[in-house]
């Protein structure tokens, strides 16, 4: 089996768990279940976002521990200040080292935040409403279009939005209405090597509206500032931060020559 399959199986375990434990009205019952949520999308085509959706990461199955005793409320905080456009937290705790309070730290900040997970149910996207995300990932790779199109509208009746993440042209089919933010992953989650250039040739192929991210490997300006002029106006990035000394200083750096490069 490989990595994904292997994630979605303990995932559907964990949803199955959790059930059991707390209700969807407890659920809905939680202060943040009702707080406004806020836009990614108006936040990415905002004049002058860096479109840097940044990622709070400790550790990943392709590199192991990046940065395993990270400090959530240090790390979300200097993102946010230094002018990232939304923030990704990862919410898996066992592949990732990742949990929902880090996700309810980093709701202090007045960004939106995606919640990365492997959501395979609707319950999570009720429990990522409940911890204060404001938008979900959903993955081609682990979904069926009908499944994409099923949860995507779901997460929009409830007032989230959704990046529908794309690794291969097979994975078109999986676009549906509820669907406009369209992420490319450059790294394959199966065999975990990066791409940079899988981003450009997906985009093309991509319905003229959509939002589109790159996601994954991306490290220097360079990266940026040619996503941006083939139509990217988002940059989802963990790694190339998390693993730096001095993430927050490393962040405000980036972000500072990346001004100066547009
Ligand atoms: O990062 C991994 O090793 C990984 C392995 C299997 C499934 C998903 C994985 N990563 C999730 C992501 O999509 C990345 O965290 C995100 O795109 C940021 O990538 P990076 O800048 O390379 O940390």
Do not use: W
């Amino acid at each position: 089996m490989n990595i994904l399959d292997t994630i979605v199986v303990h995932k559907k375990a964990e949803v199955a768990t959790r059930k059991s434990q707390t209700s969807i009205k407890e659920l809905e019952a939680r202060p943040a279940f009702s707080i406004p949520v806020r836009s990614l999308s108006d936040s990415l085509l905002q004049e002058g976002s860096t479109g840097i959706i940044a990622e709070f990461k400790r550790k990943s199955p392709s590199k192991g521990f990046i940065k395993e005793h990270a400090n959530v409320n240090e790390i979300t905080t200097a993102y946010t200040q230094h002018g990232a456009a939304a923030l990704s937290v990862l919410t898996d705790e066992k592949f990732f080292g990742g949990s929902d309070e880090d996700l309810m730290q980093a709701r202090k900040n007045d960004i939106p935040i995606l919640r990365k997970d492997f959501i395979v149910d609707e319950y999570q996207i009720v429990e990522a409403k409940s911890i204060g995300a404001d938008v979900i990932l959903l993955i081609a790779a682990c979904l069926t279009p009908q499944e994409v199109k099923h949860l995507a509208e779901f997460a929009r009746s409830l007032g989230l939005q959704t990046i529908l993440e794309l690794h291969a042209e097979e994975e078109l089919a999986h676009i549906c209405d509820a669907t406009s933010i369209v992420g490319i992953n450059n790294r394959d989650l199966k065999t975990f090597k990066v791409d940079i250039e899988r981003s450009l040739r997906m985009a093309e192929k991509l319905p003229a509206h959509t939002i589109k991210i790159a996601e994954s490997g991306i490290s220097s300006i360079e990266n940026i500032v040619l996503f941006r002029k083939n139509g990217f106006k988002g940059f989802l990035i963990g790694e190339h931060f998390m693993k730096q000394a001095d993430t927050p200083a490393a962040f405000a750096a980036f972000v500072q020559e990346l001004q100066s490069a547009l």
